[in-house]
């Protein structure tokens, strides 16, 4: 998948700009504040229907503003042009469109455009809690398996019903906490098993880009915890009722789970250098970029965000070297310095646009 052009009006601090881009690289280059990480952002909206940087749509639109749109123009891996298109005014429901058409449902939209960023909000996957960690597993498997995401989405609402019935004042209606038990078990099992299969494909590619990155004799581990493992998911919930009805809420379940993320057989967290956790990030994000690949037969769009920094020169070049190959596409990439990106571009053979981001705006530097 390619994104051709895009135009963008009025999203958070860019307001206006029209991009002609390059099947392979195109680096963003400017100061601090200007702007770069909002362009990836809204190309990465145009695919996922919503932001990487904050939860609230009305936030994006520029201050001062109405209203915010952007237009992508595709080009699939079979050569098909596509058209998705997105926009928001304040007070009313973001649209959606796919060649001018409306979506019945947004998660229509979900997968047509894969994409997969990487950025240093990514370090919340080894620092942040095991939300960041599900969050990962979740965005990349509903990507490509829709029946997924529509399970973890009646996951989520049969879990929100019981523990409203948890905290509620009144006495548990048996049935329908029965009922609601059902769902929730029977959705569950999908969750865990579509989470299961994924990370075990997943280790292997990430294991092999993280030795090729780092270049040295390091261990990395990724395994997954679900207390599904520990057998009948609605007997757990039936056994657990009267300890979630005194804590308000359901302390078991696949919204529990979380992956264990190790170097040299201890955390990640606890032992990792800056490099190491930064690497290990990289390769974490590409094995999901090559994943994508193999499961939806589009080549994803790939964003780097600022991914350079606590990074010696090896690794940074090991990196080059590797999304610049045949393996992946075409490539987003920021950076505040323009020596910097200068280097990474005398070391593609492919072609290229270097664009300079300003408080101005966005004009294009050179390109080949």
């Not at 009305?58 to 298109?85: R, W």
């Not at 942040?128 to 609402?157: A, P």
């Not at 789970?257 to 800056?274: A, F, R, V």
Request: net charge negative; with cysteine; proline share 2%.
């Amino acid at each position: 998948m390619l994104l051709d052009t895009i135009s963008i009006l009025n999203y958070r601090s860019v307001s206006s700009a029209e991009l002609a881009l390059s099947p392979k690289i195109n680096c963003f280059i400017g100061c601090n504040g200007v702007g770069k990480t909002n362009l990836l952002d809204a190309i990465y909206y145009l695919s996922f229907c919503k932001s990487a940087i904050a939860s609230s749509d009305s936030q994006h639109i520029k201050h001062g503003e109405p209203f915010f749109m952007i237009q992508g123009a595709y080009v699939t891996d079979k050569g098909l042009n596509e058209e998705f298109s997105c926009g928001l005014k304040r007070g009313e429901k973001k649209q959606f469109k796919r060649n001018k058409k409306s979506y019945d449902k947004l998660s229509d939209h979900i997968g047509l455009v894969p994409l997969v960023m990487i950025s240093p909000a990514d370090y919340n996957l080894i620092s942040g809690g095991s939300e960041e960690r599900r969050r990962f597993m979740d965005v990349v498997i509903s990507q490509y398996d829709k029946e997924y995401m529509l399970s973890l989405m009646r996951y989520n609402r049969a879990l929100l019903q019981r523990n409203v019935m948890l905290r509620s004042d009144r006495e548990l209606d048996p049935e329908m906490m029965e009922l609601v038990e059902m769902v929730m078990a029977e959705e569950a099992v999908k969750v865990y098993e579509g989470r299961l299969r994924f990370v075990e494909r997943l280790i292997p590619i990430f294991q092999f880009f993280y030795k090729e990155i780092a270049g040295v004799d390091e261990v990395v581990t990724l395994s997954y915890r679900s207390g599904l493992a520990d057998g009948d998911y609605a007997r757990q919930l039936v056994a657990s009722r009267y300890d979630d009805r005194r804590m308000g809420y359901t302390t078991i379940g696949v919204h529990k789970d979380d992956l264990t993320m190790q170097l040299n057989g201890y955390p990640i967290k606890k032992e990792g250098s800056q490099g190491q956790n930064k690497s290990y990030l990289v390769a974490l994000k590409l094995a999901q970029f090559d994943f994508l690949h193999s499961c939806s037969g589009e080549t994803p769009i790939l964003l780097l965000d600022d991914i350079f920094d606590k990074l010696d020169s090896r690794r940074v070049e090991q990196i080059v070297r590797l999304v610049s190959g045949e393996r992946f596409g075409q490539i987003f990439i920021t950076d505040v310095n323009r020596d910097h990106i200068d280097s990474i571009l005398e070391c593609t053979d492919g072609g290229y646009s270097l664009f300079e981001v300003s408080s101005d705006g966005v004009q294009m530097l050179k390109g080949k």
